[in-house]
């Protein structure tokens, strides 16, 4: 079992700056994947950003160039850097936890309780 908690989140104006912030209960370079997604109401949870053991990284086409996912494995933790915020950002953020384990391999997923991020002026 792999707990995570996200922190970070809060209301910002456009054009500033947020960093979420997502720490694991258990050593995060055993996890294949770490990843952010964002939801909002009346919608599907999508995909903002992920980052494999290796530290391979890929972005959401509308975040590219603004968030930028890193990893502390000494801290366990898995940050998002969010600039230049815009007000379709504002969303309840997730962190994401994905390993593959057996054979063949399955895969898990583990959830944060998310964080709320709000860009209004």
């Known amino acids: 079992q792999v707990q995570l908690v996200e922190s970070g989140g809060g209301l910002v104006q456009p054009g500033g700056s947020l960093r979420l912030s997502c720490a694991a209960s258990?050593?995060?370079?055993?996890?294949?994947?770490m990843a952010w997604y964002r939801q909002t109401p009346g919608n599907q949870r999508e995909p903002v950003a992920r980052?494999?053991?290796?530290?391979?990284?890929n972005y959401a086409d509308s975040v590219k160039g603004r968030f930028t996912i890193s990893r502390d494995n000494a801290e366990n933790t898995v940050y998002l850097q969010l600039n230049n915020l815009k007000p379709e950002d504002t969303a309840v953020y997730y962190c994401?936890?994905?390993?593959?384990?057996?054979?063949?391999?399955?895969?898990?997923?583990?959830w944060g309780q998310g964080t709320r991020v709000t860009v209004s002026s």
């Open positions: 994401n936890a994905m390993f593959l384990a057996g054979l063949p391999p399955s895969e898990y997923n583990y």
């Open positions: 258990t050593r995060i370079f055993n996890l294949d994947v």
């Open positions: 980052i494999t053991k290796s530290g391979q990284t």
